[in-house]
């Protein structure tokens, strides 16, 4: 009986570790903010740019108030109903070619 007793106390910290670990890291996650969005999106802004360039767009990027993240990606669905929408009134192929142009995000020519 003792010999249980003391197996068992040899053993119950390593049982209840493993809870206590899960517990302790749980909180340790970080939980993504606005200024981390911010951040992400105007380091995609700043491609390309190096030096003082990039320095001065960063802080003006990242100080300005309000500035509403950019906008996500438009889906292939959005872009058929917002083509159809602007091509009201086109017919032919007048409304082909417009059709072709506004689907593939190409500048009129």
Do not use: E, I
């Amino acid at each position: 009986m003792k010999k249980a007793l003391a197996a068992l106390l040899l053993l119950s910290p390593l049982l209840a570790s493993p809870v206590f670990a899960q517990s302790a890291s749980a909180p340790a996650a970080p939980k993504a903010n606005s200024q981390n969005n911010k951040m992400t999106a105007c380091n995609q802004q700043a491609t390309g740019k190096t030096g003082d360039d990039r320095k001065a767009f960063m802080k003006q990027c990242l100080s300005a108030a309000g500035t509403p993240a950019p906008a996500a990606k438009q889906t292939q669905q959005d872009k058929m109903k917002s083509c159809n929408t602007a091509a009201t009134g086109k017919k032919g192929d007048d409304r082909k070619a417009f059709m072709k142009q506004c689907l593939s995000n190409q500048p009129a020519a």
